[in-house]
């Protein structure tokens, strides 16, 4: 007698379901640049697609509750020259984006609360080193405001948001890079390039500890670091037939799984799950979405199921295990582009009986707060990233993450170059503000203020002092608005008295109207002299008193 043996896994029911059309995103025109990215980026807060726009490359940005069509002429986050690539929110501030774009210059910008009211068009910060289109950025996992760019010019950056500058350049690639993921605390990073090899860097320093062949096609490959160390590809054959695999950092010439899915031509972007170790697999052009499992016993990569759709998805998006909705046992939200404009939410879920938190699900996940800043990772030091309980911080009502701290704004430290000199008396001109050592320049509002034009640089306004001023400024606004309001009610009133005498002049041809409209005529010439008086009166007593 024999007998199957079914696999225990708690996840191996897990099943998608679609959301309503209504509760979906429509009209988004999402961007047509053939560059393999996801075109979308998700955190608990907002939601950003790249979309198509004239005369440069712009990205849009939406808050969850903003669901179904949206306005053609909605506000967008358009300041690049030329189309957006890739954009990356900050995993430490849910109000930070980074995007980069076939200008060759990478922007951060911070995303009001409630989202945008009119299109956004000035960065928090510029960076500016790349010679040719920038087509991937990604935050380090545990540092604050560390981020890694890399371009079609073949290097690698890593910068310190916070002062613009570069912290570690590496250009050992030979040609373009196609991913790069950092390992569980930010310590190693591992690239995939368009010579085929794999690679694993020391990030601090640069330095190559190992390289191998990772897929034999030449079409684009993927590779991200699991959370226990081990490393996960995606690629394609010779034959063009699409292949995942996963290896060991210390034997990457030894795949210990490799195998054959199918034969589509969509580049397959692997969406990892570091709490549950589920993996999807979402491919570029199809429709359908993949996920595994990885578990220490063989064969390591467990199929799980299908999620099957009509539609071909253009791109795709991860919504952060802090946004998922612990009450129904969702353990993934995904959002994918379709072709004809439609944002489609999809919700995957353990079918559980009981209405109690799962903790079986919902291990301690990733935390919006930094383990150790930009100085102390460059400087050496390693930490894993900070995570706290799903249980503790659920707001029963929506079902959601709350988040238990104010909305933080980037704030970027504009370093003094000593080789400036001040503006003296002669006419000689003071050189502008040096960005980084390393060829990052930068702009910020609260920091643009130059050296004084004789003497010592002038003192930076603090936050409070452009708060009073952009306050007075409103106000202003709301006077002149106003004023002008009031202006135009006095001519409308003005305008219909006199159509309204013309139009008794010629009914009636008695002298009643014109006799009015001559009162009126003399009260006005009467107010006309008296405010005449009134200033001649003012300017000679102005003169009386400069004579005195």
């Known amino acids: 007698m024999s007998f199957r043996v079914v696999r225990s896994s708690k996840f191996r029911h897990v099943y998608g379901q679609a959301l309503k059309r209504e509760q979906c995103y429509d009209n988004i025109r999402v961007s047509k640049s053939s560059w393999d990215s996801t075109f979308c980026a998700v955190n608990p807060k907002f939601l950003a697609i790249i979309v198509e726009s004239a005369g440069g490359g712009a990205f849009i940005v939406l808050p969850h509750n903003k669901v179904g069509r949206i306005a053609a002429d909605h506000p967008l986050v358009g300041g690049h020259k030329g189309p957006v690539l890739d954009i990356a929110w900050c995993p430490h501030n849910d109000n930070v984006i980074a995007s980069g774009s076939e200008d060759c210059v990478v922007k951060v910008w911070q995303i009001p609360d409630g989202g945008l009211s009119r299109t956004l068009t000035e960065p928090v910060v510029d960076l500016v080193f790349h010679q040719r289109r920038v087509g991937l950025v990604l935050w380090h996992p545990s540092a604050l405001n560390v981020l890694l760019t890399a371009g079609s010019d073949n290097q690698v950056v890593i910068w310190n948001v916070g002062t613009g500058e570069i912290l570690v350049h590496i250009d050992s690639h030979p040609d373009i890079v196609y991913s790069a993921c950092f390992n569980w605390d930010g310590a190693k990073l591992v690239t995939t390039c368009k010579d085929k090899k794999i690679r694993i860097y020391d990030p601090r320093t640069g330095e190559l500890e190992s390289e191998a062949m990772c897929h034999e096609g030449s079409k684009a490959t993927r590779a991200i670091f699991l959370r226990h160390g081990l490393i996960f590809t995606t690629g394609f054959n010779r034959s063009s037939e699409r292949q995942y695999s996963l290896r060991a950092p210390d034997a990457l010439n030894e795949p210990i799984v490799m195998v054959e899915l199918d034969t589509s ?97 919902y291990p301690d996940t990733l935390a919006e707060d930094a383990a150790i800043s930009a100085e102390e990772w460059i400087d050496g030091k390693d930490a894993d990233p900070i995570t706290f309980s799903l249980k503790d911080r659920v707001s029963i009502v929506q079902g959601g993450y709350v988040s238990s701290s104010a909305s933080k704004s980037l704030s970027v430290n504009k370093k003094v170059n000593i080789l400036n000199k001040p503006r003296g008396g002669g006419g000689g001109s003071s050189g502008a503000a040096s960005s980084s050592a390393g060829g990052g320049s930068y702009s910020s509002s609260a920091n643009n203020n130059e050296a004084s034009d004789a003497g010592p640089p002038a003192a930076v306004l603090s936050e409070k002092d452009l708060r009073s001023i952009q306050d007075e400024i409103r106000k202003l606004k709301a006077i002149i608005v106003k004023q002008e309001n009031r202006i135009r009610a006095l001519e409308a009133k003005v305008n219909a008295g006199n159509g309204d005498e013309t139009d008794a002049r010629n009914k009636n041809g008695s002298g009643s109207g014109s006799s009015a409209a001559a009162s009126n005529v003399a009260s006005d010439s009467k107010a006309s002299e008296s405010a005449n008086d009134h200033v001649s009166t003012s300017a000679a007593t102005a003169a009386a008193q400069e004579a005195d």
């Open 265 to 361: 031509n969509g580049v397959m972007f692997p969406l990892y799950d570091a709490d549950t170790n589920l993996i999807y697999l979402c491919g570029k052009g199809d429709s359908v979405i993949r996920y595994f499992e990885v578990t220490p016993e063989p064969p390591f990569v467990h199929y799980i199921n299908t999620f099957q759709t009509t539609e071909p998805q253009r791109g795709i998006g991860l919504m952060p295990k802090r946004g998922c909705d612990v009450t129904t046992c969702e353990v993934a939200k995904f959002y994918r582009m379709n072709n004809n404009g439609l944002c489609q939410v999809i919700s995957m879920t353990v079918p559980r009986k009981s209405d109690l938190f799962q903790e079986d699900l």
